[in-house]
T-cell receptor
Framework: DADVTQTPRNRITKTGKRIMLECSQTKGHDRMYWYRQDPGLGLRLIYYSFDVKDINKGEISDGYSVSRQAQAKFSLSLESAIPNQTALYFC?????????FGEGSRLTVL | AQSVAQPEDQVNVAEGNPLTVKCTYSVSGNPYLFWYVQYPNRGLQFLLKYITGDNLVKGSYGFEAEFNKSQTSFHLKKPSALVSDSALYFCAVRDGTNDYKLSFGAGTTVTVRA
């Protein structure tokens, strides 16, 4: 089983719909992250959390929100999805400066 | 602001030939440099990192990278490429203070032909 698990792996939705991407980890790390990957742009940080009570915006947080339900769970929400949020989303944890990624959630907004 | 440039979108090599993936960076203070690899339909996997010490860093799967402070570069290398090395490679940098703030390059697609 993967140490960092993302669900769903693939999702197609329509403009205006609310979407939640979920992430859970078994690594016991306090720090968790949500990144977005777009072709030619690399990965950009959406939100990060140092522990359950510490959540911070990354470089592209507009249009997104997060919830850290427990040390092991960090979910990303799109309250009203728009087509330019079509992307591959990665959850990650970190320890000693090294990132550990989930396998990604591919979101398509029509 | 910190940034990473990977000047080549694609690198094509024959199996058995040397592989080099280029990366240059900009960051305040001492750089912490990383290489990650992404195989199709998978998340990113850590290859190696440079924090301090020897400029030549050895990592997973036979990869190594050379830190060059004067040229602000951190090129990834493998002496003899395998078809299984075909993947998307990302270079990343952060400063020594904000360990959450990792900046990624756009990625380089490596194709190794048999």
């Amino acid at each position: 089983d993967a140490d960092v698990t993302q669900t769903p792996r693939n999702r197609i939705t329509k403009t205006g719909k609310r979407i939640m991407l979920e992430c859970s980890q078994t690594k016991g790390h306090d720090r968790m992250y949500w990144y977005r990957q777009d072709p030619g742009l690399g990965l950009r940080l959406i939100y990060y959390s140092f522990d359950v009570k510490d959540i911070n915006k990354g470089e592209i947080s507009d249009g997104y929100s997060v919830s850290r339900q427990a040390q092991a769970k960090f979910s990303l929400s799109l309250e009203s999805a728009i087509p330019n949020q079509t992307a591959l989303y990665f959850c990650a944890t970190s320890h000693a400066g090294e990132l550990f990624f989930g396998e990604g959630s591919r979101l398509t907004v029509l | 602001a910190q940034s990473v440039a990977q000047p080549e979108d694609q690198v094509n090599v024959a199996e058995g030939n040397p592989l080099t993936v280029k990366c240059t960076y900009s960051v305040s203070g001492n750089p912490y440099l990383f290489w990650y690899v992404q195989y199709p339909n998978r998340g990113l996997q850590f290859l190696l990192k440079y924090i301090t010490g020897d400029n030549l860093v050895k990592g997973s799967y036979g990869f190594e990278a050379e830190f060059n402070k004067s040229q602000t570069s951190f090129h990834l290398k493998k002496p003899s490429a395998l078809v299984s090395d075909s993947a998307l490679y990302f270079c990343a940098v952060r400063d020594g203070t904000n360990d959450y703030k990792l900046s990624f390059g756009a990625g380089t697609t490596v194709t190794v032909r048999a």
